[in-house]
């Protein structure tokens, strides 16, 4: 049985971890203000965006751009973007992304795999497992920026573009709600609508609600010409798909940290309720021990 002594130590900790906890579940919540808010700022103009370019590599040529264009002498390498964390203590939040990316990794056996690293967390995972890492790229989430997400986008595109790899992929945790992230598996290139055995998100595909429906078709007038827009709006595109999967990713970040931490604060409480009525005991255990003393050796006397 632990003394006295050892046991209000015990309590004294639990609680200098409780005022810790707490602590980070403040900061995490004064980050997730400011990081939701850029979310939701971005995400509209980035889902539309990725709707009018998907609908647009349907009309128009292939060879319009090089990030059009399907490769088939290349088939069967892909490069996997794998967007964690920096730091831990938010929960499940980095071992269900790297979950997720391992086994879409590995699921099919004849495909080369290649992958881009974002993030300590991931990387430290996947450099101990002998994966091929083309791209490594930590300690972003303090200072989130857009020149992240450029440095990112220019990878992806020279890899594609030199036909190192003939598809590139997205894997981060969306940002559902405070309580709720989804881990997405999201096709970044070639531009296009998915083909319809993809097993990853397609976030522009129309909604399946049991009645047959027409999608509206658009017809697009290009000035000048198109061959010139798509060559400067296409990399655009790419660097603002990665931006919002990094936003997607810290909004969902602090969101799980905020609610591991509030988790640990619970927990921290109701430990030093267990302890200090087990303190309690103990006490009055050795008071009473000590009072059966005094009056044993009163009767002695």
Do not use: W
């Amino acid at each position: 049985m632990p003394s006295l002594l050892d046991v209000r130590r015990r309590v004294r900790a639990v609680k200098s971890t409780q005022q810790i906890t707490k602590a980070m579940k403040m900061v995490a919540a004064s980050k997730l203000r400011r990081a939701q808010d850029q979310i939701l700022g971005a995400r509209p103009f980035a889902h539309h965006m990725l709707r009018v370019l998907n609908d647009l590599a349907t009309r128009v040529e292939p060879s319009a751009h090089p990030l059009l264009r399907k490769h088939t002498v290349t088939a069967g390498r892909t490069l996997i973007f794998v967007i964690t964390a920096d730091k831990g203590l938010c929960g499940s939040f980095n071992t269900n992304i790297i979950k997720t990316a391992e086994g879409f990794a590995v699921e099919d056996p004849d495909r080369e795999v290649a992958l881009g690293l974002v993030g300590r967390k991931g990387r430290d995972f996947f450099n101990r497992r002998g994966f091929d890492v083309r791209y490594e790229l930590v300690n972003l989430f303090a200072k989130l920026s857009s020149r992240d997400s450029q440095a990112i986008a220019e990878t992806a595109i020279d890899e594609y573009m030199n036909e190192k790899v003939d598809t590139a992929y997205l894997v981060y945790n969306e940002f559902k709600s405070v309580l709720q992230q989804r881990v997405v598996v999201e096709r970044l290139l070639p531009i296009g609508r998915l083909v319809p055995n993809d097993t990853t998100t397609d976030p522009v595909a129309p909604m399946d609600h049991g009645t047959a429906k027409t999608e509206l078709l658009i017809d697009y007038l290009y000035e000048p010409a198109a061959q010139e827009i798509l060559s400067k709006l296409i990399p655009h595109h790419v660097e603002i798909q990665i931006y919002r999967a990094l936003l997607e990713s810290a909004a969902a970040e602090h969101a799980a940290r905020m609610t591991a931490m509030d988790a640990a604060t619970k927990n921290s409480g109701e430990l030093i309720e267990q302890l200090t009525i087990y303190m309690n005991k103990v006490r009055q255990a050795a008071i009473t021990r000590e009072i059966i003393e005094v009056v044993s050796g009163a009767e002695a006397l």
